[in-house]
């Protein structure tokens, strides 16, 4: 074979294409790089090329690899036993000098029989290929593990079974709320404070098809209207000056899958309210800073310990938003509108403290009588101190009460005679009539006041100061 035939083997190869400089040049590249060494041996298993990197790899002087045995100079190569069997080792691992690097054999045929074997080995180590692998693990963990994290930090913890109560309008409301939790539809909880408001939001979340994703709590009265948007929206890296390095996921996003609970909805900012509705009904949200839009799947339950409608009044919450939450309303029964359920209350409080001694029966029939403008919670914090006063071994006796609790007697305030005159002054007499009961009940404790009448602190500074009863006597 003259060299004008070998060149006809490679034009046979190239087909149509013609041999140009490029393609030399390539093929020029292919025996000669830095990425991969290549090793020829004829069909007698004699080395007929072997690349520059390989010959310093092997200590053979440039050229002098020439005629001699594959295994003279290469002691673990693999061509031999491919020109024997002719059968093609790909991707196999190679051991150079300690080094394992990732090799490939072919035999190459001609006229049906094998006229060389050539072998390439990818330089890159097996090492950076481990490090790649590891590095993509470790991603893939990261991401797994962030997944871990929010749910770890995002789940709700109660269920129906911790919702205790016998009377017939806790027990309905149970129902109401187990026909919701089943149906994915967003809901809205009106509750007085501690009425169990964040209990029903878990229990919900626990019972619906979304139990194994996050619940996430927003306490909407504790966002700075500043940071509300990022807050619950998150935002792109360098959106804004002293935004994150990455960014940061909003509320909604920590919560795809699952449930986002947005506590005290009503002192959102009427600002961020309309994109709050915009991402309610499309259910979809931009990041700060971005223009991506990206798909939700969350149920919305909202929560409010005022009336939203009287904020709607007073332009401080969008009635849209407010009838968009309105279409599955839970509302939550006070507990002076049940008092059958305070002895179940009061007997789980003993089991679960262990204590022995209960409570006489005057102290429970005080604690019925009791207005409870706290609730549940306020009856739980009641038993609690009323525990650290009395001794284990004596029964919970009023002195043991806590001093706003004793003190109060729902029965010598309550004043149900009607005002007369005009339907103005009738509304404002018995609205006076109402806060000076509730400031008299809870020995002018505001918050408690508030609570009590399901206003506002600030609404109610405004109608003491309208009815002048500011000044610290009654
Ligand atoms: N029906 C109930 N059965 C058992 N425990 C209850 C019940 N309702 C409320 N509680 C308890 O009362 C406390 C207050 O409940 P929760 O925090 O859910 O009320 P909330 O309506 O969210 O109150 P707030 O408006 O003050 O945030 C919790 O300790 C809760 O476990
Ligand atoms: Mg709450």
């Known amino acids: 074979m003259d060299e004008s035939s070998f060149m006809a083997i490679i034009k046979e190869a190239l087909g149509s294409y013609p041999l140009s400089p490029a393609i030399a040049h390539a093929i020029r590249f292919m025996f000669m790089n830095n990425y991969e060494s290549m090793a020829i041996i004829n069909d007698h298993g004699e080395i007929e090329f072997l690349d520059r990197l390989s010959e310093k790899a092997f200590g053979a002087p440039h050229g002098t690899a020439r005629g001699r045995q594959a295994r003279e100079i290469i002691p673990t190569s693999g ?28 035999p190459v045929f001609w006229d049906g029989r094998p006229v060389s074997v050539f072998g390439r080995v990818l330089l890159a180590s097996l090492e950076e290929l481990e490090r790649v692998r590891h590095e993509s693990q470790r991603l893939r963990n990261k991401v797994i593990t962030v997944q871990e994290k929010i749910l770890g930090e995002h789940q709700a913890t109660y269920v129906f079974d911790n919702i205790l109560g016998t009377s017939g309008k806790i027990q309905q409301t149970k129902f109401l709320a187990m026909k919701m939790a089943d149906s994915d539809a967003d809901i809205l909880i009106y509750g007085e404070s501690g009425t169990g408001k964040e209990l029903f939001a878990h229990a919900i979340h626990n019972q619906s098809r979304r139990s194994t994703k996050p619940f996430v709590k927003v306490n909407c009265p504790a966002i700075p209207i500043e940071l509300a948007e990022s807050e619950l929206f998150g935002y792109e890296k360098g959106a804004f000056t002293g935004a994150r390095k990455g960014g940061k996921l909003g509320k909604f996003e ?100 262990g204590r022995n001694k209960g409570i006489s029966n005057e102290v429970l029939v005080h604690l019925i009588k009791y207005f409870w403008p706290g609730n549940v919670r306020e009856l739980i914090n009641t038993l609690e101190q009323s525990n650290f006063r009395a001794s284990p071994n004596e029964e919970i006796r ?77």
């Open 79 to 106: 061509l031999p036993d491919v020109l024997q069997t002719g059968k093609p080792h790909i991707g196999k691992i190679f051991n150079v000098k300690g080094r394992q690097r990732i090799v490939s054999r072919f």
């Open 254 to 353: 920590i919560a795809q899958g699952g449930t986002i609970f947005l506590d005290e909805i009503g002192s959102l900012p009427i600002s961020i309210q309309s994109k709050l509705l915009r991402v309610i009904q499309e259910r979809e949200i931009e990041r700060l800073g971005s223009q991506k839009l990206i798909r939700l799947n969350i149920r919305v339950i909202a929560a409010s310990n005022i009336d939203l409608r009287a904020l709607v009044d007073q332009a401080k919450f969008r009635d849209d938003l407010l009838y968009r939450l309105s279409k599955a309303v839970l509302k939550l029964p006070p507990l002076r509108e049940r008092p059958e359920d305070i002895p179940t209350y009061i007997s789980n409080y003993m089991k679960v403290i």
């Open 398 to 474: 009023p002195a043991h009460l806590p001093e706003e609790v004793r003190a109060a007697d729902r029965s010598s305030v309550e004043d149900n005679s009607s005002p007369e005159g005009s339907l103005r002054s009738r509304i404002e007499e018995t609205e006076k009539k109402c806060i000076a009961n509730a400031l008299r009940i809870t020995k002018r404790n505001k918050r408690k006041a508030a609570q009590y009448l399901g206003i506002q602190r600030s609404l109610l500074y405004n109608k003491m100061k309208k009815y002048d009863l500011d000044k610290d006597v009654l």
